[in-house]
């Protein structure tokens, strides 16, 4: 089943544009040998450098996939588009009481579906609009997220596991008994995306060797997410003029080994554009779990 559908892909995307740009990558280094990557989400006390990243900016060939949306496979390729009208006008989701009260229900609601789950928990969403000085940084905080360059896995299995633990206590060994996967959908508030989209990689072209458990250090919380290193056998793949409309949904992590357990992504400079409006986007990661129980209420869960 995996490799005709990678051949699938291959051939729906043979005859579209495919894009040259750059994109930035963990480097290989000894360092990792015996340090753990690590980035810290808040401003540390004392001289504690904020990270330990080693990054390299790589040329990278990324594909529309537009054409190949009926071969996507988010078990296979750890990705898929989606259609999403949501009920929120543009400016309803900068109200966080309404995007939790109607577009985390229909989050769930996709998601419920697309991965025939018994119960989906969002457990954070982020909302980003490009800064004016992006990619070049102010050194001050943004109102809103910025466009993620670094390739990178949001959770790894294990981090999606401790997660479980933390909201759902003395209930997690028995949702951990079953498939358990964490899933991010990415939706542009404002359309079509014509600035730093969102790449996504082929799960069956991504090796475990270039697959790099990292820390993402919060004040009150550790979260393990992944660093990619670059390697030729990767495909990068995008959806083209990406609609307020559509939605990509990519795995963070999967129980079931079965399946495509991961899914790389970051952001790239999208060549020949003039003055694009700044992207403006909302990322949701849910629990996706498959126990057939009654699920308690999950305690928040914060970054």
């Known amino acids: 089943m995996g490799t ?7 051939t729906a995307v043979s005859k579209v544009r495919a894009v040259e740009t750059e994109m930035c990558f963990l480097k290989r280094d000894a360092l990792w040998d015996h340090e753990k990557p690590y980035r810290m989400r808040y401003v540390p006390i004392g001289n504690v450098p904020k990270t330990n ?24 390729n750890g990705f898929e588009f989606h ?3 949501s009920e929120l006008d543009y400016d309803e989701f900068f109200d966080y009481d309404r ?9 769930q609601d996709l998601l419920k579906k ?33 466009p993620n360059l670094i390739a990178h896995i949001d959770i790894t299995l294990e981090g999606l596991r401790e997660i479980v633990r ?6 997690a060994d028995e949702i951990l008994k079953s498939r358990v996967q964490c899933v991010t959908v990415w939706k542009p508030i404002k359309g079509p995306v014509r ?9 069956t072209t991504l090796r475990d060797p270039d697959v790099i458990p990292a820390d993402a250090v919060y004040e009150r919380v550790v979260a393990e997410n992944a660093m990619i290193h670059s390697d030729p056998t990767q495909a990068w793949y995008y959806l083209g003029d990406q609609k ?32 694009p409006a700044p992207r403006e986007s909302i990322d949701v990661r849910a629990l996706v779990m498959h126990a057939d129980i009654d699920y308690p209420t999950a305690a928040e869960w914060f970054t």
């Open 195 to 203: 600035d730093w989209p969102l790449a996504l990689c082929d799960s």
């Open 99 to 107: 995007v939790r009260s109607v577009y985390m229900r229909e989050v």
């Open 4 to 10: 005709e559908n990678v051949k699938s892909l291959q």
């Open 53 to 76: 990243f080693l990054l390299e900016t790589i040329p990278v060939r990324v594909r529309d996939a537009r054409n190949a949306r009926p071969t996507l496979s988010l078990d296979t």
């Open 114 to 146: 697309v991965c025939r789950a018994k119960h989906v928990h969002p457990l954070d969403y982020e909302l980003r609009r490009r800064h004016e000085s992006f990619p070049i940084s102010t050194g001050k905080s943004y109102a809103f997220g910025q």
């Open 166 to 171: 933390e909201v759902y206590g003395d209930h």
């Open 83 to 85: 259609d999403l009208s």
């Open 244 to 275: 307020a409309s559509e939605v990509l949904v990519f795995k963070a992590a999967d129980s079931d080994p079965a399946s495509a357990t991961r899914c790389a992504h970051g952001s790239f400079h999208l060549p020949g554009m003039t003055s």
